[in-house]
């Protein structure tokens, strides 16, 4: 599964507190992940799970425009 990353926090209160806004604001499906990079902990926001990248792309300039975020990347969900 892919999503469309939003944004990446060095502190989960951050990514707790732009997922819920995400959610109950935009109603969009928002969900964060712990991610490990180069032995630091951020806390990723992503909106969506889609099933290949080439529909993460087809909805990201959407989930972009809606939440209003100039920027945004397609990750692959890891998990189990």
């Known amino acids: 599964n892919y ?16 997922a819920t806004d995400l ?15 180069k032995g630091k902990t951020f806390y990723r926001v ?3 799970q889609f099933a290949t990248v080439k529909e993460a792309e087809a909805q990201k300039s959407q989930i ?3 939440a209003n975020i100039s920027s945004a990347i397609i990750q ?3 998990r189990e």
């Open 23 to 37: 959610k109950q604001q935009k109603r969009l499906p928002a969900f964060y992940v712990t991610a490990q990079v």
């Open 3 to 18: 999503t469309v990353q939003v944004a990446s926090y060095p502190d989960k209160e951050s990514a707790e507190k732009m």
């Open 76 to 78: 692959k969900l890891n």
């Open 46 to 48: 992503s909106v969506g």
């Open 64 to 66: 972009t425009e809606k």
